[in-house]
């Protein structure tokens, strides 16, 4: 079952063409799984990728992260979206939704990370700084987000 199956019972929103639906730096709050039309995503105002494929989803990188958003959702063409406006209880109520956005992220990881070991084998060789590519790829594919801790700089135990 896709995430377009998962999120039927969800409430469902008509975008025109031209129409943003995520703006990169805002705070998000939703999930978004676009039933049809067509959307490109931008970052730092560059277009990215450009999705028409029904149950691709949007938000969810600001939701796991919980960040604003890393990136514009713009409507190419008209666009119908299912929007989970708590999407939390949305994927605890759906644990099988859940699963295949962790599913989806998983391949978006495995296919940069196979990016990554095509460029650090292209540019092994060199010195300078397309050398320190291996540091950089490195540091980038392993590294981890510090975890957040309770209490306060008064109260560091807290």
Not at 34 to 45: I, M, N, P
Not at 74 to 102: G, H, I, N, Y
Not at 109 to 128: H, I, M, N, R
Request: hydrophobic letters at 40%; a negative charge.
């Amino acid at each position: 079952m896709s995430l377009l199956d998962h999120s039927s019972g969800l409430p469902e929103r008509t975008f025109g063409a031209g129409e943003t639906v995520i703006t990169e730096g805002d705070d998000v709050g939703r999930l978004f799984v676009l039933a049809k039309g067509t959307v490109v995503v931008e970052r730092d105002d560059i277009p990215v990728a450009r999705i028409d494929t029904p149950g691709a989803m949007f938000g969810e990188m600001s939701l796991l992260l919980e960040t604003p958003a890393t990136a514009t959702v713009r409507c190419e063409t008209a666009t119908v979206m299912r929007v989970a406006e708590t999407p939390r209880t949305f994927l605890t109520q759906e644990p099988e939704a859940a699963l295949e956005v962790a599913r989806v992220l998983a391949g978006r990881v495995d296919a940069l990370t196979q990016y990554l070991v095509d460029v650090k084998q292209q540019y092994s060789d060199l010195e300078g700084h397309l050398g320190m590519l291996d540091t950089v790829l490195g540091a980038l594919t392993y590294g981890q987000r510090p975890r957040s801790r309770p209490g306060s700089a008064r109260d560091p135990e807290g």
